[in-house]
């Protein structure tokens, strides 16, 4: 059911808030950080653009073929790995996925503004205040197949708004079929979160037509069921022997109160913090405030997110921050839903469009400024691959620590470049069958050849599988790698960089030639 406020007659015909070229141009300013970064700094990224690399030239690169295998197979978890396969021929790895992940807000934006507009009949200004969502941490920490998922899924709510608003529901029906394929295949959550928000919008929609709940549960279920194909592809991929992965964590409140904390969380704490203060602060305004109220349709979709937050562990067939994952869009979904009473005055209004952009303004240039940041400390780090032959077997340890700063290094992955720009081995790539395409096979590499063996820290961590930088340095076999890259390492024992040649150094990384193959404290003829 679409309301939509009546503004009094005065002033220009259009507020300046609907015009066609502002709604374009804050589009197009959503993707604004990522434009003058050459690698979009998300942490997990780096990783996965190995990857690509990887599935692009294994069968052409016997060097790649000693380290990996890749199997192609129909999983919940194939957006980009997919889009990168024409995208690579014409534009190469890098230029490929920054196309790829540069869109992604752009989409997410479409979306958000897409979805206001069917419910509310236009788009309110409160609705600048939920654009900013597009950049949220589970995109920064480079779960880019799930915020693909996610922009699409928005997308697709927005089509499916539509097409009931038209009546058009056999097509829908016939539409939705190969869209929620489409989707799964792109990421599971997205698909997941498409159908909540389909059913719950279903749900108002049959209530408002003077059906009971009830039947009015049963008959939007029934609506739903053109979205329900991917469940079967789900048994197939989850019933193999192959596949592992547990599912675990349940209920930890602590740390689903630490995710709402952190739904913007970049850089600067309480520059992100405060953006989330605003946004609840307009929430809670709109509960009270005469002029302003919510949408059923989409007050909806938000309290049935938020049930499935409370719901969901933290680990979900082995993928970390399962549930982390949802908070930002049932914030975003939330804020759509705030919108003008019948009667309200343009002078509100106005009000809030110039707060609404402002909002957006200080949030855009803010992320600008700190991916440019991110963005000059992957360039210092990269210098290293200049002196980095082609087909290299290289290790890497990069510095980390048991408790991370708000502002998350993004550096945990970057070794995944050097198997883009030199196709040198990498351990920084994920292995879990079922869930990851590629393994990694690299005998003589044992414990050093997949991740987190690169994520390094001056004392052991509970919890945690990492290792000291002393044990890296002392363990990791000689025999077997001839370089050694340490990006922004911890303190360490230099007496363990023995037979280590420094080639390239800026500040503390620095990267080794291995000229000496015994290992630290071994008498000399156990190195040969």
């Known amino acids: 059911m679409i309301a939509q406020a009546?503004?009094?007659?005065?002033?220009?015909?259009?507020?300046?808030?609907?015009?066609?070229?502002?709604?374009?141009?804050?589009?197009?300013?959503?993707?604004?950080?990522?434009?003058?970064?050459?690698?979009?700094?998300?942490?997990?990224l780096p990783g996965h653009m190995g990857r690509y690399h990887v599935q692009m030239e294994l069968p052409h690169s016997?060097?790649?073929?000693?380290?990996?295998?890749?199997?192609?197979?129909?999983?919940?978890?194939?957006?980009?790995?997919?889009?990168i396969v024409p995208l690579s021929h014409i534009f190469g790895n890098e230029l490929a996925s920054k196309s790829i992940i540069l869109s992604i807000p752009v989409l997410t934006a479409?979306?958000?503004?897409?979805?206001?507009?069917?419910?509310?009949?236009?788009?309110?200004?409160?609705a600048f205040f939920a654009l900013p969502f597009a950049f949220n941490f589970p995109f920064a920490f480079g779960f880019v197949n799930f915020a693909l998922s996610m922009g699409l899924g928005l997308l697709a709510f927005a089509l499916w708004l539509r097409l009931a608003r038209l009546g058009r529901l056999k097509l829908r029906a016939a539409l939705f079929v190969p869209l929620s394929i489409v989707i799964w295949v792109t990421h599971t959550f997205g698909w997941g979160t498409l159908g909540v928000m389909a059913f719950s919008a279903e749900l108002v929609r049959q209530w408002d037509m003077r059906r009971g709940f009830f039947r009015a549960g049963w008959t939007a279920g029934l609506h739903c069921l053109s979205l329900a194909p991917p469940i079967l592809l789900m048994l197939l991929w989850r019933s193999g022997e192959h596949v592992t992965g547990q599912t675990a964590d349940w209920f930890n409140w602590t740390l689903k109160w630490r995710w709402v904390e952190m739904a913007l969380r970049d850089r600067w704490y309480y520059f992100d913090v405060g953006a989330l203060v605003v946004v609840a602060l307009l929430l809670v305004i709109a509960v009270f405030h005469r002029r302003l109220t919510y949408s059923r349709n989409l007050l909806a979709s938000a309290i049935f997110l938020s049930l499935v937050y409370i719901l969901l562990p933290r680990i979900v067939f082995g993928s970390n921050y399962a549930d982390m994952r949802l908070v930002p869009y049932v914030m975003a979904v939330a804020t759509l839903a705030v919108r003008f009473r019948q009667g309200a005055s343009r002078r509100l209004a106005t009000l809030l469009a110039v707060m609404g952009l402002s909002f957006f303004g200080a949030r855009t240039i803010g992320s600008t400024i700190s991916f440019a940041l991110f963005d000059k400390e992957y360039d210092r780090n990269l210098a290293a691959l200049d002196h980095l032959p082609h087909d290299a077997r290289l290790v890497s340890f990069v510095g980390t620590t048991c408790v991370k700063p708000w502002a998350m290094s993004r550096l945990e992955h970057l070794p995944g470049i050097a198997l883009v720009r030199r196709n040198a081995f990498s351990n920084d790539q994920w292995s879990m069958p079922g869930a990851q395409l590629l393994q990694a096979t690299y005998p003589d590499g044992v414990g050093f050849r997949r991740d987190p063996s690169q994520q390094v820290v001056s004392r052991r961590c509970r919890f945690e599988q990492w290792r000291t930088m002393n044990e890296a340095l002392a363990q990791f076999p000689r025999r077997a790698f001839d370089y050694v890259w340490l990006i922004n390492p911890p303190p360490y024992d230099p007496a363990l960089t023995r037979g280590l040649q420094p080639i390239w150094r800026n500040g503390s990384s620095v990267l080794y030639r291995v000229a000496d193959r015994t290992p630290p404290g071994a008498s000399p003829k156990e190195g040969q």
């Open 6 to 44: 009546s503004f009094p007659r005065s002033g220009p015909e259009r507020p300046f808030w609907k015009h066609p070229w502002l709604i374009a141009a804050l589009i197009l300013l959503s993707g604004l950080p990522l434009l003058l970064p050459e690698i979009p700094p998300l942490t997990d």
């Open 62 to 83: 016997a060097t790649l073929a000693r380290y990996y295998t890749f199997d192609w197979s129909l999983i919940g978890n194939l957006g980009v790995d997919l889009l």
């Open 110 to 126: 479409v979306g958000l503004l897409w979805v206001a507009h069917e419910v509310h009949g236009e788009i309110p200004p409160t």
